[in-house]
Each structure stands twice: as C-alpha cells, then as structure tokens.
C-alpha cells in the first residue's frame, strides 16, 4: 500500500497511463488511464464506444499518473481536469486543499475558459457561519492553496455561493457549476 495510491494492477490486467494519442507518458506525468484485460466494458450499438475502448483497451474517462514503483494515483475525471498554462491541475485536489481551510464548509472547482491560459481554476466555496466573503478572504484562500499544495494550482477566481448545486444523492454538479 502506499498514502494517496489506489495501487497496482492486479495479476492478469495491464494498465497504461497515456496521452491523447494513446502513447505512454513519462511515470509521474498525469495523463489518461487504459486498461486491458480478460474483462472490460462494450457499448453496444453506442457511440461511446469509440471514446471508451480502442484497440481492446478501455479507457474509463480518468485521469492518473504512476509512479516510479507502479503504484497509480487518481487525479480527477478526464472531464474534469483543468489545463491552466500548460500544466495540468485536478479539480478534487484544490478541493481538498480548500476545505483544509477553517473558514471552507463545502466547495467545488472548475475550469473556466481563459484567453491567455486556455483555462483558470475558479472554486465556488461556501462558507462556515462567522466568516464573511471578501477580498481578504480570497487572498488568504489562494495564498492557502499556494502553500498546500502547488503555486500554479490556486484558484485565480473564488466566488462564495450559499450552496453547491447537488444530486439527490448529494454528488457535486460540476456541470452546472461551469453553466454559472
């Protein structure tokens, strides 16, 4: 076992992290998951065939990066992942580094489209009563992040909603977060 890894491929499976080519990227670099083995996943006359398996691989929609061991590391959706200047950052990552911070009850991050990065990473924190959305609190939400995680991976924009749109089932709607 290793802190943050899913694991190893299990005996019989091979799994691939790779680009949008389907080539292997370097380990330690995010790119997308492909898996093959005695079992995987057909989409009868769908056209998500075509997305989901190529070549006998099937490529679950997730991003991942492997280590130097072989362990795997979920990163995000593939839909979900949000390239800002060239670098890669997960959504569920930043999520975490902000609800490490006392004044964040909930939160959700997108990519917003961005002329000069291509995209930003913009969360929509909701707050814990006694704390009052402002500049300061920005600031000090990025600045967190910064220190958390990685520089390049804060939140250039933060807006404070009173609530997150959810499923009944209480899943985060990233969908209609970047319809706003």
Not at 53 to 81: C, E, H, I, P
Not at 124 to 143: M, R, S
Request: hydrophobic share 35%; proline share 6%; aromatic share 10%.
């Amino acid at each position: 076992m290793r802190r943050g890894a899913i694991g190893k491929v299990v005996p019989g499976y091979q799994a691939r992290v790779v680009n949008d080519d389907g080539a292997d990227v370097p380990r330690g670099t995010i790119g997308k998951l492909a898996v093959i083995g005695p079992t995987g996943c057909k989409y009868m006359d769908d056209a998500r065939q075509a997305t989901y398996v190529k070549d006998g691989w099937n490529f679950s929609g997730d991003a991942f990066l492997q280590d130097q061991d072989g362990y795997f590391f979920y990163q995000a959706r593939t839909d979900d992942m949000i390239i800002t200047s060239g670098y890669n950052v997960g959504a569920p990552e930043v999520e975490d580094a902000l609800l490490k911070h006392p004044a964040v009850a909930e939160c959700g991050v997108i990519g917003k489209p961005d002329d000069a990065r291509g995209m930003i990473v913009k969360a929509f924190c909701v707050l814990k009563p006694g704390f009052d959305a402002n500049e300061v609190l920005v600031k000090a939400l990025q600045d967190h992040v910064k220190t958390s995680i990685a520089p390049y991976k804060y939140p250039r924009e933060i807006e404070f909603p009173a609530s997150l749109p959810r499923t009944e089932t209480g899943k985060l709607q990233r969908f209609r977060l970047k319809q706003l």
